[in-house]
């Protein structure tokens, strides 16, 4: 990789951004203009999600760049309530007209075993995965995959599933490296992706994290965003500053060694816990 518009391909031949901007936590005007900076700085992947409530500003980024449908790739994410077949349906249309585009690049269930499907989860996933592949199959949506999704619920989702999940969006960063479910992806075609890669905002406090951005004269979010890159994972920064924005780019000069891949990914409780997705209470 020598640039944030290299990629990485899905076995469906899609080819995805190594980095895009994450924005989680954004406003629909911090949105907007976040998604403007990163389209101008060269950034192609922008990823979102309903439960954001952000989807109206990120569309607005997207219409005020001025760039062919085609320039960039549109993540959205299935908010929890609307699982199920005819839900999902719904959401789906209400996602790409908030965002004002005729199909998504990628569209993912946020997550496996929401708090109101608790008793019939896999169930209600297995029918949310049955509207997912008939809007692949329509050519509403280029890529399928999942979110927060550990081994036994992909293992649920293909009893009944035709196609598989071509990514998998987890929470990847210092200290939170995730080897089974990696490993489990990895052996099963599954592109990667982290989100939260600075643990939002802890790892910025972090005293080993702050030695090694001196030794490689880089940021830490820098130091970050290469170790997700080292690892394979497509890294989803998120950012309102134009500058950071621009200085995430700045990651492929540089390598980690491996020494310092390892030392990275053990510093446990550094940016919190992996949420356990079969215990969240949204």
Same mark, same amino acid.
């Given at each position: 990789?020598?640039?944030?518009?290299?990629?990485?391909?899905?076995?469906?031949?899609?080819?995805?951004?190594?980095?895009?901007?994450?924005?989680?936590?954004?406003?629909? !005007?911090?949105?907007?203009? #976040?998604? *403007?900076?990163?389209?101008? +700085? $060269? /950034?192609?992947?922008?990823?979102? %999600?309903?439960?954001?409530?952000?989807?109206?500003?990120?569309?607005?980024?997207?219409?005020?760049?001025?760039?062919?449908?085609? !320039?960039?790739?549109?993540? #959205?994410? *299935?908010?929890?309530?609307? +699982? $199920? /077949?005819?839900?999902?349906?719904? %959401?789906?249309?209400?996602?790409?007209?908030?965002?004002?585009?005729?199909?998504?690049?990628?569209?993912?269930?946020?997550?496996?075993?929401?708090?109101?499907?608790?008793?019939?989860?896999?169930?209600?996933?297995?029918?949310?995965?049955?509207?997912?592949?008939?809007?692949?199959?329509?050519?509403?949506?280029?890529?399928?995959?999942?979110?927060?999704?550990?081994?036994?619920?992909?293992?649920?989702?293909?009893?009944?599933?035709?196609?598989?999940?071509?990514?998998?969006?987890?929470?990847?960063?210092?200290?939170?490296?995730?080897?089974?479910?990696?490993?489990?992806?990895?052996?099963?075609?599954?592109?990667?992706?982290?989100?939260?890669?600075?643990?939002?905002?802890?790892?910025?406090?972090?005293?080993?994290?702050?030695?090694?951005?001196?030794?490689?004269?880089?940021?830490?979010?820098?130091?970050?965003?290469?170790?997700?890159?080292?690892?394979?994972?497509?890294?989803?920064?998120?950012?309102?500053?134009?500058?950071?924005?621009?200085?995430?780019?700045?990651?492929?000069?540089?390598?980690?060694?491996?020494?310092?891949?390892?030392?990275?990914?053990?510093?446990?409780?550094?940016?919190?816990?992996?949420?356990?997705?079969?215990?969240?209470?949204?």
């Amino acid at each position: 990789m020598k640039s944030i518009q290299d990629t990485y391909k899905l076995y469906n031949g899609v080819e995805i951004p190594c980095v895009g901007l994450g924005t989680w936590q954004s406003s629909n !005007e911090t949105a907007k203009l #976040s998604v *403007l900076a990163a389209l101008s +700085h $060269g /950034y192609k992947l922008i990823d979102t %999600a309903a439960a954001y409530g952000n989807e109206l500003g990120v569309g607005a980024g997207l219409k005020a760049s001025g760039l062919k449908r085609e !320039e960039y790739f549109v993540t #959205s994410k *299935l908010r929890n309530a609307n +699982h $199920g /077949y005819e839900a999902t349906m719904e %959401a789906f249309e209400l996602t790409i007209k908030k965002l004002g585009v005729d199909y998504l690049d990628l569209y993912l269930i946020h997550w496996p075993n929401p708090v109101q499907f608790r008793g019939i989860w896999k169930t209600a996933m297995q029918e949310t995965w049955r509207a997912f592949e008939e809007l692949y199959k329509a050519k509403k949506i280029r890529a399928i995959g999942v979110s927060n999704f550990m081994p036994h619920h992909i293992e649920a989702l293909m009893e009944t599933a035709e196609i598989k999940p071509m990514v998998n969006q987890l929470k990847l960063c210092p200290g939170i490296d995730q080897p089974e479910i990696v490993k489990y992806c990895r052996e099963n075609d599954i592109v990667v992706e982290a989100y939260s890669p600075f643990g939002t905002g802890l790892i910025f406090d972090n005293e080993v994290m702050q030695n090694l951005a001196k030794k490689y004269n880089k940021t830490i979010a820098q130091i970050c965003l290469r170790w997700c890159l080292q690892n394979d994972f497509v890294s989803l920064p998120k950012s309102a500053n134009p500058i950071r924005i621009k200085d995430n780019t700045d990651i492929f000069d540089f390598e980690l060694s491996a020494e310092d891949m390892d030392l990275i990914a053990s510093l446990s409780g550094s940016c919190g816990e992996a949420p356990d997705p079969d215990t969240i209470t949204f």
